[in-house]
């Protein structure tokens, strides 16, 4: 590999998030990276990833795959259960590694995957890159300008019918290191850190609703589900500069919700109403009317490039030729992991949660995205 030539990527999991997101960004938007090989226990499922994308090799063999000296990357897009094992396995094979979120479904496999990376100077980083795009990277500007004056106080929720209602194969989403706030909490914790900081406490409830879940589409319409991780979480944390953040995550609301799904920042001169963490751009949303009596004026975005799934992945090359901490990095993919746990650890002892770990905010994207 020369200093500018693209690094090579190995593909594990050939489910949909590759196949409609992370391949179509590799082959249209950017040139620091390349996937090289695709892997999958499903054989037949690596093996026409490969012949759809032309992708130049397939496994059915995770092992076969981390042998294979021409890679520099593993690409972790498996089910949240294989998520730390599999980065654990790609660092003593000598990989650096970026996956999907969660980073891990137990803090002892996250801190686990953190040290051998440490040990072998590798680096590691984690879903969601959504952050990077100009959306959040745009209300982070505002929030740093001063717009809203000193942040008081801020919400995250998400809340609605679960996987069921339109998935075809739901169950891992209700399987350990599923449910609301570990499926969709990593967007909006990365989208907090990345505006505010660290979080310090959480105090929170962890509840499982219903104990089965019946499928409500498709051709297993009517098989049921045993649920084995909480479904509604609610509660509040505080980060480290002192800001109370109140926080819903829900699969219980199939009848719906009538509140906002986007995240506010309240402030002593204004709110600000965010972008979707889950989305690349979107317009943010400002009032700095006394008592919000006027609409919200949507702000332009502040930043104009490329962007899609991967671009986290861009990052982490970026990251290794400059030898930096990724700005999706696994200490902050680690945090926000014992961030959503403690949630259920709250509920468990009745208490505020103080958190262990920390991270720094990533550094801003450049006003032109990553060359």
């Known amino acids: 590999m020369t200093e ?40 037949e499922f690596a093996r026409q990833m490969a012949e759809d994308f032309s992708i130049p090799k397939a496994y059915d063999d995770v092992d076969q795959l981390l042998a294979d000296d021409e890679i520099d990357i593993i690409l972790n897009l498996t089910h949240p259960a294989g998520h730390g094992p599999l980065n654990l396995a790609a660092l003593q094979a000598g990989k650096h590694v970026h996956c999907e979120k969660p980073f891990a479904v137990t803090l002892e496999e996250g801190k686990a995957v953190l040290e051998e990376a440490e040990r072998r100077g590798l680096k590691t980083s984690c879903a969601p890159d959504t952050v990077l795009g100009p959306g959040t990277q745009t209300c982070r500007k505002l929030v740093a300008d001063g717009v809203i004056g000193e942040v008081l106080s801020a919400k995250l929720q998400l809340t609605g019918a679960g996987h069921e209602h339109w998935h075809p194969n739901p169950e891992f989403y209700y ?22 900081g660290p979080v310090k406490s959480v105090q929170g409830r962890a509840i499982t609703s219903f104990k089965e879940r019946p499928f409500r589409c498709g051709e297993r319409e009517g098989e049921t589900i045993e649920v084995e991780t909480p479904t509604f979480y609610v ?3 505080e980060t480290e500069s002192g800001v109370i953040v109140s926080v819903q995550f829900s699969f219980d609301h199939p009848f719906g919700f009538s509140g906002s799904f986007l995240p506010e920042i309240y402030g002593t001169q204004g709110c600000l109403t965010g972008t979707d963490p889950n989305n690349f751009d979107g317009q943010p949303k400002l009032n700095t009317v006394w008592a919000g009596s006027e609409d919200p004026i949507e702000q332009p975005l502040a930043f104009d490039y490329a962007h899609g799934r991967g ?28 961030v959503m746990l403690a949630f259920e650890e709250s509920e468990r002892t009745g208490s ?5 770990s920390s991270c720094d905010i990533p550094p801003a994207m450049p006003d032109g995205g990553l060359a």
Do not use: W
């Not at 200490?331 to 992991?337: C, E, G, P, V």
């Not at 505020?352 to 262990?356: F, G, K, L, S």
């Open 311 to 338: 671009l986290g992945l861009v990052d982490l090359v970026h990251a290794v030729r400059e030898n930096r901490e990724p700005r999706c990095g696994g200490q902050l993919a680690y945090h926000t992991l014992e």
């Open 235 to 237: 509660g509040s944390l």
């Open 352 to 356: 505020t949660v103080e958190i262990q």
């Open 175 to 196: 399987k350990k290191g599923g449910g609301p706030l570990l499926d969709m909490g990593p967007y909006y914790l990365s989208f907090l850190v990345q505006l505010l």
């Open 4 to 43: 500018h030539s693209p690094m090579k990527v190995g593909l594990i999991g050939c489910g949909d998030i590759a196949r409609k997101a992370y391949i179509p960004f590799s082959q249209n938007e950017q040139s620091a990276y390349e996937i090289v090989a695709c892997c999958d226990v499903r054989g």
